[in-house]
């Protein structure tokens, strides 16, 4: 299974940006995906995700009320709605598919990652 991200890019603080990730496979639909995301010199860190069986989303405390995780089953996709972005959301920005239905909040979690995104926001 490959992860295509994308829409990633440079924006001013207080800006938007939706990042989207395609499936090559079908196959993912049963399992949670998950956004995450790592600062140079920092590790690896959960942005948000979302559950196969309810839709449930969670996301960290640090984004929570200006990013939307979603998805679109039909086409294998899997978006990230960022929104009144700030200067510490600079980052590469990944996509992760669960080992299960559910997400969860440790990077060990997860079988497949897509190749990550850019995203600087500049103040």
């Known amino acids: 299974v490959q992860l295509q991200a994308s829409g990633g890019g440079l924006v001013q603080a207080g800006g938007s940006l939706r990042l989207s990730c395609t499936a090559s496979?079908?196959?993912?639909?049963?399992?949670?995906m998950a956004w995450f995301r790592q600062d140079a010199g920092k590790e690896r860190e959960f942005v948000g995700g979302i559950n196969r069986i309810s839709a449930t989303t969670f996301y960290a405390d640090s984004v929570k009320g200006r990013f939307t995780v979603s998805r679109d089953y039909a086409k294998n996709t899997l978006y990230l709605q960022m929104n009144s972005l700030k200067p510490e959301d600079t980052a590469v920005y990944y996509c992760?598919?669960?080992?299960?239905?559910?997400?969860?909040?440790?990077?060990?979690?997860?079988?497949?990652w897509g190749q990550g995104t850019q995203v600087t926001v500049s103040s």
């Open positions: 992760a598919v669960s080992r299960t239905p559910y997400i969860v909040s440790y990077t060990g979690g997860y079988t497949y």
């Open positions: 496979r079908s196959t993912v639909s049963n399992n949670g």
